[in-house]
């Protein structure tokens, strides 16, 4: 067993795993823009419908549930929140692809180091929502 090798391995797939989330958030970002370009009227055309629209409860997709419920329906704001969600999840993503495979070869120190930075990124999200 080479560790080396072995590093080399889990840092491509780290990678990979950094590549696919930006290029389908990019995915899902793109077409939600489009689809909400596409769908003009369903956002008004008028000053005050632009206001409502940016305004920071008018698309409703303010929950994971809202998220998912407009994803099933194609939404265009929400497939774009969905983007950013998966754009912001991908670098945890990594991290617990890091934990993983710290934990698969035997190295401790860094799977509670890698823990730790998890349960901080977790406690700031727990703790954002509270705010």
């Known amino acids: 067993m080479n560790p080396k090798r072995d590093n080399i391995g889990v840092e491509l797939a780290i990678g990979e795993i950094l590549r696919w989330g930006v290029r389908c958030s990019l995915a899902l ?5 489009l689809i909400c370009f596409l769908h003009t009227g369903e956002y008004g055309d008028t000053a005050a419908d632009l206001k409502r629209l940016l305004s920071m409860d008018s698309s409703g997709v303010c929950s994971m549930a809202a998220i998912a419920r407009g994803f099933i329906h ?3 704001a929400a497939l774009v929140v969905a983007g950013l969600a998966l754009l912001i999840a991908t670098p945890i993503m990594r991290v617990a692809a890091s934990i993983v ?18 349960a901080l990124v977790v406690a700031s999200f727990a703790l954002g929502g509270v705010g």
Do not use: E, P
């Open 29 to 33: 970002i793109v077409v939600g823009t």
């Open 74 to 76: 194609f939404d265009g």
């Open 101 to 118: 495979a710290f934990a698969v070869s035997r190295d401790w120190i860094y799977v509670a180091i890698s823990a730790a930075v998890m």
